[in-house]
C-alpha cells in the first residue's frame, strides 16, 4: 500500500486510510506522553463539518474536502476516571489550533512534534471523547 505525499514539501506522509478518514470528516486521535503518574493524554484532529458534509450525509453519502479546517486539541486527563461519565473532571485542556486545510494541520503537527502515523481510529485509543 502506497501512502500519498503530503500537498506540501514536507517529508511526512499520512497513511491513505488516515488521510481519507480526515477528508470525509473522521476525527483521528493520538496519545501522548503524560504531565505525571496517573495521567493520560491525547491529541485528537477533529475535522470541521460544513452544511455540505451535513447535507451529504442526509442524502446518504459521504463527502470528501481537502480543503476541509481542522480543530487539533490536546487534553490531559485523570487516567481513573477515563472511564467513567466523569472523565472530563479534572482535565486539563494542554493546547488548542484551528488550521484551514492539509498543509496547514501538517505544518502544525510538525511544530507539536508529531509524525501522521502516530494517529489512530478514536476506537483503537484510550481516548474518552
Given amino acids: 500500500m502506497s501512502t500519498p505525499s503530503h500537498p506540501t514539501s514536507s517529508t511526512r506522509q499520512w497513511p491513505t486510510d488516515k488521510l481519507t478518514a480526515l477528508r470525509l470528516g473522521q476525527r483521528l486521535v493520538a496519545e501522548r506522553p503524560v504531565s505525571r503518574p496517573g495521567r493520560r493524554a491525547f491529541i485528537d484532529i477533529t475535522p470541521l463539518i ?3 458534509d451535513t447535507e451529504a450525509r442526509r442524502q446518504g ?3 470528501a474536502d481537502h480543503a476541509r479546517t481542522f480543530t487539533l486539541q490536546h ?18 485542556l494542554i493546547k488548542t489550533a484551528t488550521v484551514v486545510g492539509e498543509p496547514d494541520l501538517t505544518s502544525t503537527l510538525e511544530a507539536w512534534h508529531l509524525h ?3 494517529f489512530l481510529y478514536p476506537w483503537q485509543t484510550g481516548d474518552p471523547q
Wanted: hydrophobic residues 40%; without cysteine; glycine residues 4%.
Fill in 116 to 118: 501522521p502515523e502516530q
Fill in 50 to 52: 460544513t452544511a455540505a
Fill in 75 to 92: 487534553w490531559d486527563y485523570a487516567a481513573d476516571r477515563l472511564d467513567s461519565f466523569d472523565y472530563d473532571v479534572g482535565a486539563i
Fill in 61 to 63: 453519502w459521504k463527502r
